[in-house]
């Protein structure tokens, strides 16, 4: 009797504190509402959270907020412990407890995170993932951001995989520990230690979301522009289109925004005239359109620190899939150019020949500019490449007259769809007479 009089008790004190009436802002049930972060992008997605409510760019995310998307959509967000993220196809949980930066349920997720953090953890079903700190003479001429790591998780019938693509991380399970360094994966399966790390190669969506979050790009679907403006709270842009058609498309979902059209022809032929048009608009966000194995070089170049030097503003740059079908897009490794005058004594002016060699895995376009040493850089270029074939790019500098001596060097830059950047070909001139 006693026993079911206590148990009735015990009933009644959960029932009445679970009661709407008694569900304060205080209580246990319903915790406190502590900013963590905020939504950069999406495609179809949800937060689950007391604290907010619905999904938009620019929105607030708060810790043990869970994010869940759709089978074809992705949300894009930033914490203060990680500087990027990316969740497709999955689930999340943002801060679920100390120290640790998400845990992913299901799905797959990149992330972008600083170098110094090697406190904080990220967990998967199988898995937990630290960060190694990269030396600190790790080469910064490669790509911007070097010093960051940039890995994924992938969690797909009871096993997940750790993906690595720039720096090094460390991925546990059941007391092993393996060292996973850029360009490599490894497996772990449910109550399995981790596997032995493999070469990693990305598929044409993890190319596309890598290359965002290493150019801190904003992705969103056309249909949430207009959220992303307001959330911004800028009324002017700039409309980037791969297609006149893409240009309609996008700019009805702009209207009420001021916008500047440019279309990626005229910008990827005189780009520096592109920047004077956008220095003289009053807008600071720039949306580049259509698919992204063809205006990814359009991204990189709005994104470079450089260009926006030139606009004078700081340029918030927006890639919005249109046409999208996944095309798939090769990675440039290495780039080694070279030149065919070396230290030249003699006539002048002398025409100098640069020749980039370049070493990619996958097929499909490669976007390009040159690099002088006199800060000239060239038209936005493109180089088809097939699988097992060699690539050559070439360009020449015109350069000399009586008396002039100059030292001097060209390089390549990869625009898209990974970008990359060759060590200078130098070269020297002694001009003696006209030629």
Same mark, same amino acid.
């Given at each position: ?154 969690? @797909?019938?009871?096993? &997940? %995989?750790?993906?690595?693509? $720039?720096? *090094? ?8 520990? +393996? #060292? ?58 700039? @409309?980037?289109?791969? &297609? %006149?058609?893409?240009?309609? $498309?996008? *700019? ?8 500047? +059209? #440019? ?70 490794? *290495? ?101």
């Amino acid at each position: 009797m006693r026993r079911s009089l206590f148990t009735l008790l015990s009933v009644g004190v959960i029932l009445v504190a679970s009661s709407p009436a008694r569900t304060a802002s205080r209580s246990p049930l319903r915790p406190p509402c502590r900013l963590e972060g905020s939504i950069i992008g999406y495609y179809p997605a949800v937060v689950v959270s007391p604290c907010n409510s619905g999904v938009r760019s620019g929105g607030e995310l708060h810790r043990r907020d869970q994010l869940r998307t759709s089978p074809t959509g992705q949300i894009t967000f930033t914490t203060g412990h990680v500087l990027r993220c990316t969740l497709y196809n999955g689930t999340a949980v943002i801060y679920p407890k100390l120290y640790v930066v998400l845990r992913l349920k299901s799905g797959s997720i990149f992330c972008k995170q600083a170098g110094n953090m090697r406190r904080w953890k990220f967990r998967g079903p199988n898995v937990t993932v630290t960060i190694v700190q990269p030396s600190p003479t790790r080469s910064l001429a490669g790509r911007r951001g070097d010093a960051d790591i940039v890995f994924g998780m992938v969690a @797909l019938n009871k096993q &997940t %995989t750790v993906k690595v693509d $720039q720096g *090094a991380v460390r991925a546990s399970a059941r007391g092993t520990t +393996r #060292l996973v360094q850029e360009g490599s994966q490894v497996t772990t399966r449910r109550g399995k230690k981790p596997g032995q790390v493999r070469t990693f190669t990305p598929t044409p969506p993890e190319l596309q979301t890598l290359s965002s979050l290493e150019q801190d790009v904003t992705t969103t679907t056309p249909a949430d522009l207009r959220d992303l403006f307001k959330a911004q709270q800028e009324p002017y842009g700039v @409309l980037i289109a791969e &297609t %006149t058609e893409v240009d309609a $498309q996008v *700019a009805q979902q702009l209207t009420g925004i001021k916008i500047l +059209r #440019l279309s990626a022809q005229d910008f990827r032929a005189d780009p520096y005239s592109a920047a004077l048009r956008i220095a003289r608009f009053r807008a600071r966000i720039v949306v580049v359109a259509g698919s992204f194995a063809t205006m990814s070089s359009v991204v990189d170049e709005l994104d470079d620190p450089d260009y926006q030097r030139l606009t004078g503003k700081q340029l918030l740059v927006v890639f919005a899939p249109v046409g999208d079908q996944g095309v798939p897009s090769p990675k440039v490794t *290495a780039v080694a150019v070279s030149n065919d005058r070396g230290a030249y004594v003699g006539f002048c002016p002398v025409t100098v020949t640069f020749t980039a060699e370049l070493t990619s895995h996958g097929a499909g376009t490669i976007f390009y500019t040159w690099l002088r040493s006199d800060g000239a850089i060239g038209p936005i270029e493109s180089v088809v490449a097939s699988e097992g074939k060699a690539i050559t790019a070439t360009t020449t500098w015109q350069i000399g007259s009586p008396g002039f001596t100059y030292d001097g060097s060209q390089a390549l830059k990869i625009l898209g769809p990974r970008i990359l950047v060759s060590d200078p070909s130098y070269f020297s001139l002694t001009c003696t007479s006209i030629g």
